[in-house]
């Protein structure tokens, strides 16, 4: 079995997301490998929300950055070494499937089955199958807490 250099897991806040990243502790500290902990605000809807919501956005950051600090804080926790965080904006499938694998040369993506979106997983599929179907590197799901 190879091992990975660059491991990206995007986490939105889920169980499922939770569980992925515990996966990817262990494989980044077994690997020696970077783990760029990510995560996507989803800006599609923002015009119509923040019509009637101006603060949303900053809301949005301010989860994320919390959100980001504390999974950072389990990484090292759990022994990790080399840690990269990444923010961006943007439509979740598309940023975690092409622009961030390339822009950190990702060669391995853990995400959970399902995240936070229930509603567009029915309607459109979920995140986790557009990263299966359109990533150019190994990607694992994770379905349950279990080893």
């Not at 490998?33 to 019509?51: G, K, Q, W």
């Not at 995400?111 to 990263?131: H, M």
Request: charged letters at 25%.
């Amino acid at each position: 079995m190879s091992t990975y250099k660059n491991i990206l897991v995007a986490v939105d806040g889920s169980q499922e997301a939770e569980w992925a990243l515990q996966k990817a502790f262990t494989i980044a500290k077994n690997d020696n490998a970077t783990l760029v902990l990510a995560h996507v605000i989803d800006t599609r809807n923002y015009p119509t929300i923040e019509a009637y919501d101006t603060t949303i956005r900053d809301r949005s950051e301010t989860f994320a950055n919390d959100l980001i600090k504390k999974y950072k804080e389990q990484a090292e926790a759990a022994g990790v070494t080399n840690v990269v965080s990444d923010i961006v904006l943007g439509s979740p499938k598309g940023q975690i499937s092409k622009d961030l694998p390339k822009k950190h040369n990702i060669d391995l993506i853990v995400c959970g089955a399902t995240g936070l979106n229930v509603v567009e997983r029915f309607l459109i599929g979920s995140v986790s199958e557009s990263v299966v179907r359109h990533a150019r590197c190994d990607v694992m799901i994770v379905r349950t807490e279990e080893a």
